[in-house]
């Protein structure tokens, strides 16, 4: 199964509401995949617990990532994508409520791609959303997916 989607990580229902109506609103038509705590999220990626037997071949187009997560925070989860080959390159953006300077730092230091303070106006956060499906699923240009042989 290879389709292209966006990984959605989020633990407070309210704010995943608002991310996926401003995800929607902003026209995004990649498939949302949701999860919860920062391990489930990992588990997913790897295709480890729960998700055993998903193809890690099979990443996500983009990373939404909050960090204050349960179980492994943000910070956490960015170290283990940025430490594994097959997921290393996977854009990840921190979305979170975070404007604390050593976040902001922690989260470019451990390879986050891009940070956005989640905005507190819905509009705002609709445009927001509009510039992240502009950039990351339109123009940009993922690295090529290596192949399994390679591993």
């Known amino acids: 199964m290879d389709h292209t989607y966006i990984l959605l990580v ?3 229902p309210d704010d995943e509401l608002l ?9 995004v038509a990649n498939e949302i995949i949701v999860t919860r705590d920062g391990a489930e999220a990992v588990d ?9 037997g998903r193809s890690v071949e099979d990443t996500p187009q983009l990373i939404l990532l909050d ?3 349960p179980k492994l925070d943000g910070i956490e989860v960015l170290q ?7 997921t290393c390159h ?6 979170t409520s975070s404007d604390e300077d050593s976040d902001i730092l ?3 230091q451990c390879g986050a791609n891009s940070y956005i303070r989640k905005p507190v106006d819905f509009v705002q956060f609709i445009e927001a959303v509009k510039q992240l499906k502009l950039y990351w699923l339109v123009l940009n ?8 042989s390679q591993r």
């Open 80 to 86: 283990r994508i940025r430490a594994d080959d097959r």
């Open 10 to 12: 989020e633990d407070n």
């Open 141 to 148: 240009v993922p690295p090529p997916k290596s192949k399994p």
């Open 19 to 27: 991310t996926l109506r401003a995800l929607h609103a902003g026209q």
């Open 106 to 108: 922690k989260s470019y």
């Open 90 to 95: 996977l854009p990840v953006v921190i979305l």
């Open 44 to 52: 997913f990626i790897f295709g480890n617990g729960n998700f055993a």
């Open 67 to 69: 960090l204050k997560l």
